[in-house]
C-alpha cells in the first residue's frame, strides 16, 4: 500500500513538472535571453558582493530557490558549483541543481529498492541519483574545454592578423568575439565587455583565464601583461603561441593513436559483462533468473557493478597521458 501511494505521488509530481516546464519555460528562456547582456558581466567568481574586483554590473540570477542561491553565493567554500555551471556553460542555478539533485536521489534510491532486494543498494542508488548532475555538469565541462582548446589556436591567429592590421587589442578581442563560435567567441566577448564597461584589462583577462583554467590561455594572459608592461612585438608573440598550441595537439594526437588499444580494451571489457547477460537471459532463463532472485546472486551483481566501474576508471587512469 505504502510503494503505490509513493508511487503515485511520483507520478503525479511528474505530471505537474513536466506541465510547469512547457508552460513556464518559453517566458524563462526569453527572459534569460534578455539578461544575457548584463549577466556575461556579472560579480565574478570568489569576490565579495561589495568588493572591489567585482563586476560592473551585478545581476544574480534566479532559480528555483533563490533563498538558496544568494547563500551559495555568499559561502566561498560552495563557490565550486556556480564555478562549475559557468565553465560548462549551462544555463542554470545552483538551486536548480540542488533540486535535481534530490529528486533523482529519491527517484533512484527508490527503484533501486524495488529492483535489488539488497541493504545496501538503495542506498548506493540514491548517492549515485544525487551525484549525476553533477557528473553531468563536469562532463560539459570537459567537453568544453576540449573545444576551446581546439578553437584557442585560430582565436590567437585572428587576433595576431588584426593587431599587425593595426587594431588596438581590445579592438582585436571584439573581432575574435564577433568572428568565431561558441566557446571561444563567448568567453571573448565577456572579457572583451568587460573590459569595454571599465573594468581593468588586467581584470578581465585574469577572469577570462579563471572560467577557462587551460595551460595554454594562462599563457595567452601573461604574454599579453607583459607585452604590456614591457612592450614588445605583440603579434609575433601570438603566433609563437599559436604554433606552439598546434604542436602540442600533434603530439596529443600521435599518443591518442598510441593509446587506442587501451582505450579499446576498456570499453570491451566494459561492456563484454552486460553483453553477455543479456544472451545468457535468452540461452539459459532459467539460471539467469536465480541471479536476480537470490541473495547471493544480487550481492554478485552489485560487485561485479563496482569491480567494474573501478577497472574501467584505473585503465583510463593508465591510458591518460598529460602533453
Known amino acids: 500500500m505504502g510503494a503505490a501511494i509513493l508511487m503515485f505521488f ?11 516546464l512547457i508552460t513556464y519555460l518559453p517566458a524563462y528562456l526569453a527572459q534569460r535571453t534578455l539578461d544575457q547582456r548584463l549577466k556575461d558581466v556579472s560579480t565574478p567568481f570568489g569576490a565579495e558582493p561589495d568588493s572591489d574586483a567585482a563586476g560592473i554590473i551585478k545581476h544574480a540570477a534566479e532559480g528555483p530557490l533563490p533563498a538558496l542561491d544568494k547563500i551559495v553565493s555568499r559561502m566561498s567554500s ?4 556556480p564555478h562549475l555551471i559557468e565553465q560548462s556553460g549551462t544555463k542554470t542555478t545552483p538551486s536548480a541543481i540542488a533540486v535535481l539533485s534530490l529528486f533523482l536521489m529519491i527517484l533512484c534510491g527508490f527503484m533501486t529498492a524495488l529492483v535489488v532486494r ?13 551525484m549525476t548532475p553533477v557528473l553531468w555538469l563536469r562532463h560539459r565541462r570537459n567537453v568544453r574545454m576540449k573545444k576551446f582548446e581546439e578553437q584557442f589556436p585560430e582565436a590567437l591567429d585572428l587576433l595576431s592578423r ?24 563567448p ?3 565577456k572579457a572583451y565587455e568587460q573590459q569595454n564597461f571599465g573594468l581593468p584589462l588586467r581584470e578581465a583577462l585574469n577572469q577570462l583565464s579563471d572560467r577557462m583554467p587551460i595551460l595554454d590561455v594562462r599563457f ?19 603566433d609563437n603561441l599559436a604554433h606552439v598550441v598546434r604542436e602540442r595537439f600533434k603530439i596529443l594526437r600521435q599518443v591518442r593513436v598510441h593509446t587506442a588499444h587501451g582505450r579499446f ?5 566494459l561492456a563484454l559483462p552486460a553483453t553477455l547477460a543479456i544472451a545468457l537471459s535468452f540461452i539459459a532463463p532459467d539460471q539467469m ?7 547471493m546472486g544480487q550481492m554478485m551483481i552489485t560487485g561485479a557493478i563496482v569491480m567494474q566501474i573501478i577497472g574501467y576508471i584505473w585503465i583510463r587512469k593508465v591510458i591518460k597521458i598529460e602533453v
Do not use: C
Not at 78 to 81: A, Y
Not at 118 to 130: C, E, M, R, S, T
Not at 289 to 295: A, C, I, K, S, V
Open 162 to 185: 588584426a593587431i599587425r592590421a593595426g587594431h588596438a587589442f581590445q579592438t582585436a578581442m571584439g573581432m575574435v568575439a564577433d568572428e568565431l563560435k561558441d566557446p571561444v567567441g
Open 187 to 189: 568567453e571573448f566577448k
Open 265 to 269: 580494451t576498456g570499453w570491451v571489457l
Open 10 to 20: 511520483i507520478g503525479a509530481g511528474s505530471v505537474l513538472g513536466i506541465y510547469a
Open 220 to 238: 595567452f594572459v601573461t604574454a599579453v601583461l607583459i607585452q604590456r608592461e614591457t612592450g614588445g612585438n605583440l603579434s609575433e608573440i601570438l
Open 289 to 295: 533468473n536465480l541471479l536476480f532472485r537470490e541473495h
Open 78 to 81: 560552495s563557490s565550486w558549483l
Open 118 to 130: 539488497v541493504p545496501l543498494a538503495p542506498l548506493f542508488g540514491a548517492i549515485l541519483g544525487a
